[in-house]
């Protein structure tokens, strides 16, 4: 059975949710095998071979230190040696880069934005803001296909030997801008925005106050979003803008509160499964592409849904 190559970090010994998403969806087109940009450990080609990996491929030494172009050469370099019918990553910032940048080493097409890839390597994804959804397949080279977060259900672990290890020599990288210092971000706790299954997004109509949708995202477990007005006002970083200059994402559930729904706004969540959205105009645009819609005060409605919540837990 020809292999699907899966490009994804494994630093901690377990697989990320994200991580185990694309090789489930690998798991559906071929032998899944994984291609990561440092130097992998025992526990995790054991966790990978549980998670039905067979292979492994890893740079013979650590990469150097610049932004991608280190981890697109490596890429490129394990495609060559695992020859893999298709290519999958996740569609951050970064893996859409290295997608890009691999895809020209290696003379193939990309799709990025995947939300569904069928076995004949047919790739589900919307576009213009959610309004449509298109279907396209790579015509040039081995596919390079970098999939949203949330689309599939994660693999699960079962019995497996551990995946085996393939030492693979990046190709040459060219001058690139090399990392000098990091700094660590004060973690809040809570899930990346752009994998988190659920998000509570606040807008201009939090006024300052992000308090009850932290709470609230803290009981489902989701992360905080926010609209271009609420973080152009400083009310919280920038990171949290969803839409169509900020982050793209597809959650299980998007409760949208105190946003107007514009449409740079909703290009951003329009593919979220199901929206919630409470705003005290009836006339929000966010009500016409809401599930389920609350005319209300959100400062009134978030709080009583944290405390009904806490409430059928006890
Ligand atoms: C090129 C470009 C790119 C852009 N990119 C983005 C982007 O990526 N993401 C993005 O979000 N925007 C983006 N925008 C901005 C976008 O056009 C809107 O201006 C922005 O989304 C509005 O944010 P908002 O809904 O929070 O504010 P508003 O439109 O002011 O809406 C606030 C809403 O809160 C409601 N409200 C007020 N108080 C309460 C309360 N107590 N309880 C309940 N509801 C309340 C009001 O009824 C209103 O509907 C972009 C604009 C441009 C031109």
Not at 93 to 107: K, M, N, S, T
Not at 214 to 229: F, N, P, Q, Y
Not at 233 to 239: L, Q
Not at 288 to 311: M, N, S, W
Request: charged letters at 20%; a negative charge.
């Amino acid at each position: 059975m020809a292999s699907v190559l899966v490009f994804v970090d494994i630093s901690s010994a377990e697989p990320t949710r994200a991580a185990r998403e694309l090789l489930a969806i690998a798991g559906t087109l071929g032998e899944p095998v994984v291609a990561c940009p440092h130097p992998v450990s025992d526990e995790a080609a054991e966790a990978l071979g549980r998670l039905g990996v067979a292979e492994v491929f890893e740079p013979a030494a650590e990469l150097p230190d610049v932004l991608v172009a280190a981890k697109a050469a490596f890429l490129a370099a394990a495609v060559e040696a695992a020859q893999p019918r298709a290519v999958l990553l996740g569609n951050s910032f970064e893996d859409r880069e290295i997608a890009a940048r691999a895809a020209i080493r290696l003379g193939s097409g990309v799709v990025t934005d995947a939300v569904a890839v069928a076995p004949d390597l047919s790739v589900t994804k919307s576009v213009l803001a959610g309004a449509y959804t298109s279907t396209c397949r790579v015509r040039s080279g081995v596919p390079v296909i970098t999939v949203k977060a949330n689309s599939a259900e994660p693999a699960e672990p079962a019995d497996g030997a551990p995946a085996v290890r393939r030492a693979v020599e990046p190709q040459p990288v060219p001058a690139a801008a090399r990392v000098t210092e990091r700094s660590g971000r004060i973690s809040s706790g809570r899930p990346d925005l752009a994998e988190a299954r659920v998000i509570v997004a606040g807008g201009r109509g939090v006024d300052g106050d992000f308090g009850p949708l932290e709470e609230l995202a803290d009981l489902l477990g989701g992360a905080v979003g926010a609209s271009r007005a609420a973080t152009d006002a400083g009310w919280i970083e920038h990171s949290a803008q969803v839409g169509q200059t900020g982050k793209t994402v597809s959650p299980q559930l998007y409760i949208s509160a105190g946003i107007s729904g514009a449409i740079q706004q909703k290009a951003g969540m329009q593919t979220s499964k199901v929206i919630v959205a409470v705003n005290k105009d009836a006339d929000a645009p966010v009500f016409e592409i809401a599930d389920f819609g609350v005319v209300g005060d959100l400062f009134k409605v978030l709080p009583q849904a944290a405390e009904e919540i806490r409430k059928r837990r006890s």
